[in-house]
């Protein structure tokens, strides 16, 4: 029960640092001109839309993938008894109908 707390606070996390870290890149990428202008055909959009979204996904998994690598002892051990416990529970009717 652990893991699933575990994976819920780490999605969350990123979600946090994803939503901080897009409105930096997209102000950048406003500034840099890494935008799309919209050229009154194809293009539907009335003002130039920011193109560098990627760089915001990249920042923060970059950062979540360096946070599960500090943090991958406390996360081996909750795996560890995760594991042990699913083991210990799924070999107990087993090992019952064994020794009867």
Do not use: N, Q, Y
């Not at 003002?47 to 946070?67: D, H, N, Q, W, Y």
């Amino acid at each position: 029960m652990a893991l699933i707390w575990f994976f819920i606070a780490f999605f969350t996390l990123a979600m946090m640092v994803s939503l901080g870290i897009t409105p930096i890149v997209r102000s950048a990428a406003l500034r840099f001109g890494l935008v799309d202008e919209p050229d009154g055909r194809r293009k539907l959009h009335a003002k130039p839309i920011p193109v560098a979204g990627g760089v915001a996904v990249l920042i923060t998994s970059t950062i979540m993938i360096a946070a599960l690598f500090v943090f991958a002892d406390p996360i081996k051990s909750i795996l560890k008894s995760e594991i042990a416990e699913r083991v210990s529970i799924a070999s107990s009717p087993c090992a019952r109908s064994w020794s009867d």
